[in-house]
């Protein structure tokens, strides 16, 4: 009896390809980036390249879902180590909103760094004042956070688990989770969003968040700069939620007029060193800021901004027109050793391409009047050679 083989024909249409594995399947499944996702990846790209938005930030509607998938693109293009370390973001896990963070203006910058330093010294010299004393100890366990993130979880209304904010200044005591004072400083975009913010700080960290300060400088539409207070108001409840409060207790006092003058002379941002302690010794003592402090602060980062501003559109710093060829560069129809401070001449070194020390040569050798001999110019380019090998390690 004759045997046939029962094995069934492939189906010719199938091809010998293997079927897709499940992940592959899952990739192909998903929809694409979402254009909030996209835009926020531009953003990010454009910072990294020197050239961030005007915004002092930009918020993003995303929606659910979106942050991870953001969170994944950018770690698959290379850049969420660079979010990480230098862009500054706010979440809300509740409405999905995404804020990103310009970097700060010399204003804002020199602005905020001058009230935390202030708020350091003055720390300094209570502790230093009554050593071994409460409140000395109390002072000494106050440190600078900085910007870092603060994860806010309480409120379960307004700040879920997995929401968080980028302040400009924080200060906490050792060993807490959450700091007692935080310093907003805002421009004209984002001092309408303050209130909101401080709401989000003292709810959001079940009012461990002792004091929000809010510094809103409208330069350069206005010369006009207020600042404002937000405190917790109410006992927190885990019960009773409602029982926590945030109370305005400044509203946008003018410390710099739109002539630059002083209005109130002898207010002062006042933070008692009971939002770090509820100890008796702390509320008999108050770091105090006079308005006049905060309106020569002001003043400051104003005048060095523009000197700043100045300085980036100096002649020196702008790139050289291209030279024409002259007859030093040259002997007996050959480039010597200046070929490469000449960027028109065949086989010579791009001007762009040189180390900083050696365009700095190179400029001032191409803007002179001065055509040095041949043994010299060897030595001056010599010396140029050197200094871009030494600037490159």
Known sequence: MAVFDQTPLLDSTCGSSLPSSPNSSKEAERPPLSQSVVRSIEIVKAIKQGHPSDESWIKLQLQPGDYERLMEQLEAE??????????????????????????????????????????????????????DTEISAIANSVQHCGSCRIFLDGYVRRCPDGSFRSPDASFRRLKEQYPCLIIETASSKKSKDLHKLAQDYILGSHGNVKMVVGLDVKYPDSRIATVSVWRPDGVYNRDSVPNLRVKNTIKSEVFRSADMSLLSKNAALDIPMSIFSQSPSSARTTISIPYKTLSDFLEVAIDSQAVMEQRRNHPALQKPPPSTPTSYGTTNGRANSLTALNPNRRGSRPYGSLSPASRYLTRGLRQSKFRPAPIAATALAAVAVAAGRLSSR
């Not at 700060?104 to 001058?114: F, M, S």
């Open 78 to 131: 290379d850049l969420l180590g660079f979010v990480e370390d230098k862009v500054r973001i706010d979440y809300s896990s509740n409405s999905h909103q995404l804020v990103i963070r310009m970097p700060d203006t010399p204003i804002h910058a020199i602005l905020t760094a001058d009230v935390v330093y202030e708020i350091r010294s003055q720390l300094r010299q209570i502790a230093a004042a009554t050593p």
